[in-house]
């Protein structure tokens, strides 16, 4: 069966064989008379659905040892509050806004940490750069920086994460991968943790991944729910509540496609991320070639996973988006606060679905310039 091309910014695209899968399983999971979504979460059928997909994802994104990895509930918009009541010590906290989705995560913290420092921003810039890391002053004694490594609406994503220690800084970084874990390798000896959504690249939504360094659990606030306290989180491997059981499922089987995935001589991550390069140049290229699109983020910012480019001309938004939808080419409208065309390219997006994209966009380039 084709499938249109879905550009969704999330809940996104989840690859065909995922879903197939999940499909021809949905009544009976391996002969065991029953569906993912009917299993107690402390049976051993689910027991065996959890750890296969903990272990598929330590070892793809080869997460040390020393992390933990968590299976939650909430949502990235949620761990804005778990992130401070774990790890803030209600001490001073460090934030780095790069776009909407770190503005919003320094506003949370204010409810939970003493004292909240932006040190950096790309807000004077209409977020379409990144402050270099170079030039940050971390606060002296704060609990955590935090960043968010891929802004999916403003569509700047860091290229490296940042080297806190070189900067003199021992304080933990925290990153908000939501919309692009398992995209490009991570650098786990410059993060303490890592928290996502899963409804971009992983599945579907509902299941909120935590990777965090061990040495920063066991110091929530009293006023922490036990259910987002990490340690007791950790210390229950993901079962202290229900976890969201159908989201873990469809991550782990979303895991052994990533691990089944070959390109240019690589495999897993590392295949993803040259599928992922290759995509990411073949749009900004036709968008940089054209006079009739404008992609508006410095070069060495862009993300690979979201783009956000504008029609010059405003008024034919809407033809634009038509068109597109009549060719097979869905939800690529922007986001609200920024207008204009976002297309996100996330690991189930194929170079075949950009290059239709592509297409489409000289094509009506011809018809309309
Ligand atoms: N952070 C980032 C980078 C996001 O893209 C999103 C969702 N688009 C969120 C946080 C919020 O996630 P949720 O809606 O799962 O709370």
Redesign the pocket.
């Known amino acids: 069966m084709t499938r249109p091309y879905n550009f969704s910014?999330?809940p996104a695209a989840i690859p065909a064989e995922v879903l197939e899968q999940a499909a021809a399983e949905m009544l009976d999971w391996h002969g065991s008379g029953m569906g993912v979504m009917e299993m107690s979460h402390r049976g051993k059928e689910f027991i065996s659905i959890y750890e296969q997909a903990e272990a598929d994802l330590r070892e793809l994104l080869s997460v040390p040892s020393q992390f933990k990895i968590l299976f939650m509930q909430?949502?990235?918009?949620?761990e804005n509050a778990i992130v401070p009541l774990n790890l803030s010590r209600a001490g001073v906290v460090d934030f780095v806004v790069t776009g909407s989705?770190s503005q919003?995560s320094q506003k949370e913290a204010r409810k939970y940490a003493a004292e909240v420092n932006v040190i950096a921003s790309g807000e004077a810039n209409g977020f379409t750069t990144l402050p270099d890391p170079a030039a940050w002053t971390p606060s002296r004694g704060a609990s955590y920086l935090h960043i968010?490594s891929?802004?999916?609406?403003n569509g700047v994503e860091f290229q490296e994460l940042p080297d806190l220690r070189g900067l003199g800084c021992d304080a933990p970084l925290v990153i908000?991968f939501?919309?692009h874990v398992a995209s490009r390798p991570v650098d786990w000896s410059r993060v303490g943790l890592a928290f996502?959504?899963a409804?971009?690249n992983l599945g579907p939504?509902g299941l909120?991944l935590v990777i965090v360094r061990e040495d920063l659990l066991g110091h929530a606030l009293p006023a922490c729910p036990s259910a987002f306290d990490y340690k007791t989180v950790a210390d229950n491997h993901s079962m202290y509540n229900t976890p969201p059981t159908w989201g873990i499922y469809v991550a782990g089987l979303t895991f052994q496609w990533l691990k089944r995935q070959r390109e240019g001589g690589h495999s897993g991550i590392a295949a993803m991320e040259q599928r992922n390069i290759a995509k990411a140049r073949l749009l900004y290229d036709a968008i940089d070639q054209s006079q009739f699109y404008v992609n508006k983020v410095a070069a060495n910012c862009r993300s690979r996973m979201n783009v956000p480019f504008f029609l010059r001309d405003e008024s034919r938004n809407d033809a634009f988006l038509a068109g597109a939808k009549e060719r097979g080419l869905l939800q690529l409208k922007g986001h609200k606060s920024v207008g204009g065309m976002r297309a996100s390219l996330y690991n189930a997006m194929p170079l075949a679905g950009v290059q239709a994209l592509v297409d489409y966009m000289r094509e009506f380039e011809q018809k309309n310039a």
């Open positions: 910014a999330g909430g949502g990235g918009l949620a989705w919003k968010c891929n802004e999916t609406i908000d939501s919309s996502g959504g409804q971009k939504a909120t």
